[in-house]
């Protein structure tokens, strides 16, 4: 049986020019960066060479790049230490953001020494700006605004430039969760303007268990993790040096074949839309799925037209691999915040929801596989409703 894989906005197949680099470091350069002979040294060049080149990738300084486990790391140790150590006191989010945010802002909420204001979600799955610009306009908190750069489960784009610009003007500081957007876009981050963003590079095919948090030079935040001081005091605990290796090559690689692969993915992506639409009628897409400009071009949230809670078995019978929503939520009964936050419980009792995420890896064969298991499940939904 043949295996297609489209589920690439949970984890992607490491890159062999990845795997190459990492095995180098891992053959030859063994030392603790903390040592200060020789074979320290050497490892310790090797994660500053790589903070180096992930600052210039995204046009910032080497001194705002602190390594990470992953994301989930990065943006607990940044939601936390703006409330424990920056005194913020009001945090603005959404239902909408990758569990790593929710429960981090639910945890500082029930500790009670901060407030935190959901905005409200538009039909189509994007905020409500004018309701955070009006929140912005009272200064008499100190805020940090959160929220993620594109959704995880149904792909919108977040104007992050804008909100930037809107947390500046009001004295806000802003953080937004980047892991899908890092390595897809050719992101500026000093011309986006946020204060804080993080990145997973198990994402852009390289290690998991390796990641980093950004943090404006300002910033002043403090670390989660105490003890042999490393990542400039924010980070103990001796440095994942292939790791932070590898994360450095996937990232050259993903921004060095960036066009290519962007051209590749918007037209596989249309491909899928029309081959859903033709095979399946009733078929829709989730938020602004289906727009390849207004969400993540490497992610499609289909809305299949009937309810079918055991179709990610269906779908992993055939040899295809996807996700009925976050990877982290994957094998929960309920329903995702996500798709709660955009239906009713009757809409969402009429429907499936299905994400597929696309790489420079997947074809048009693959699309066709699914479509062909997807037409024939809804063919066996219609006969049943007869």
Same mark, same amino acid.
């Given at each position: 049986m043949q295996r297609v894989y489209l589920d690439?906005?949970?984890?992607?197949?490491?890159?062999?020019?990845?795997?190459?680099?990492?095995a180098h470091v891992m053959k030859n350069v063994f030392g603790n960066p903390s040592s200060t002979h020789v074979f320290g040294r050497e490892a310790k060049a090797l994660i500053e060479m790589s903070r180096k080149n992930i600052a210039q990738r995204l046009n910032v300084s080497p001194a705002e790049i602190y390594f990470t486990s992953c994301g989930t790391e990065s943006n607990n140790t940044i939601i936390r230490s703006c409330v424990n150590d920056l005194a913020v006191t009001r945090i603005i989010t959404t239902d909408m953001e990758h569990k790593c945010v929710l429960e981090s802002v639910k945890d500082v909420e029930h500790k009670g020494n901060v407030e935190v204001i959901r905005l409200n979600i538009l039909k189509d799955g994007n905020i409500d700006y004018s309701q955070l610009e009006e929140l912005l306009k009272d200064q008499s908190k100190k805020t940090l605004v959160s929220l993620m750069h594109a959704n995880n489960e149904i792909g919108n784009l977040t104007d992050v430039k804008y909100i930037s610009q809107l947390c500046q003007d009001n004295s806000a500081l802003f953080h937004s969760d980047s892991v899908q957007t890092v390595g897809h876009y050719n992101l500026d981050f000093q011309e986006l303007g946020m204060d804080f963003a993080s990145c997973?590079?198990?994402?852009?095919?390289?290690?998991?268990?390796?990641?980093?948090?950004?943090?404006?030079?300002?910033?002043?935040?403090?670390?989660?993790?105490?003890?042999?001081?490393?990542?400039?005091?924010?980070?103990?605990?001796?440095?994942?040096?292939?790791?932070?290796?590898?994360?450095?090559?996937?990232?050259?690689?993903?921004?060095?074949?960036?066009?290519?692969?962007?051209?590749?993915? /918007? #037209?596989?992506?249309?491909?899928?839309? !029309?081959? &859903? $639409?033709?095979?399946i009628p009733g078929v829709a897409f989730n938020g602004l799925s289906e727009d390849l400009d207004k969400s993540l071009y490497a992610l499609l949230s289909i809305k299949l037209p009937f309810h079918d809670t055991l179709i990610g078995f269906e779908l992993e019978l055939a040899g295809i691999a996807v996700s009925q929503g976050s990877a982290c939520s994957s094998g929960a009964a309920k329903v995702s915040l996500v798709m709660q936050t955009l239906y009713t419980e009757e809409e969402i009792n009429q429907m499936t929801p299905l994400r597929v995420s696309y790489s420079y890896e997947?074809? /048009? #064969?693959?699309?066709?596989?699914?479509? !062909?298991? &997807? $037409?024939?499940?809804?063919?066996?939904?219609?006969?049943?409703?007869?």
């Open positions: 690439n906005a949970a984890t992607t197949a490491i890159r062999p020019e990845v795997v190459d680099e990492m997973s590079a198990h994402k852009i095919h390289g290690p998991k268990g390796a990641g980093f948090l950004y943090a404006k030079k300002a910033s002043h935040i403090k670390p989660l993790i105490s003890g042999g001081g490393q990542e400039r005091g924010l980070r103990s605990g001796t440095e994942n040096v292939y790791g932070i290796v590898g994360l450095s090559k996937s990232l050259d690689l993903a921004l060095d074949e960036l066009d290519a692969h962007v051209k590749h993915i /918007k #037209e596989i992506k249309q491909y899928t839309i !029309d081959q &859903l $639409k033709e095979a997947t074809t /048009k #064969e693959d699309i066709n596989i699914l479509v !062909d298991t &997807l $037409k024939k499940i809804a063919e066996k939904h219609q006969l049943q409703n007869a």
